[in-house]
């Protein structure tokens, strides 16, 4: 009986951190993708002045957060994955 109930409580636990981790993913991803979606739709409907008046100023930042988006959802599957952190970690520190 108690073991049962530790087993539920650890596939509790692991639901809850892939929730955690698919919820950060996502807000990070909406957050540095929804400006380039936005400005790709203005770029097909305003063809020269999107890309003069915008996206020459602003075209680098639109890139950095690209690479932010792919920066974070790196550290963070480093972070949850149990897997990772017992291969490269040799005293088993888990970094979760």
């Known amino acids: 009986m108690i073991n049962c109930y530790l087993s539920d409580t650890r596939k ?3 639901v809850d951190k892939t929730t955690v981790m698919l919820i950060i ?6 957050f540095t993708e929804l ?8 770029n097909a409907i305003y063809t ?6 915008v996206y020459l100023h602003i075209g680098e930042i639109l890139d950095l957060l ?13 972070c949850m994955s149990s897997r990772y ?3 490269c970690h040799p005293n088993n520190y888990v970094l979760s």
């Open 12 to 14: 509790k636990s692991a």
């Open 25 to 30: 993913m996502l807000t990070v991803f909406l």
């Open 35 to 42: 400006p380039q979606g936005a400005i790709a739709i203005l």
């Open 48 to 53: 020269t002045d999107v890309h003069v008046n």
């Open 66 to 78: 690209s690479l932010v988006n792919c920066n974070v959802g790196f550290v963070l599957y480093c």
């Open 85 to 87: 952190s017992t291969e």
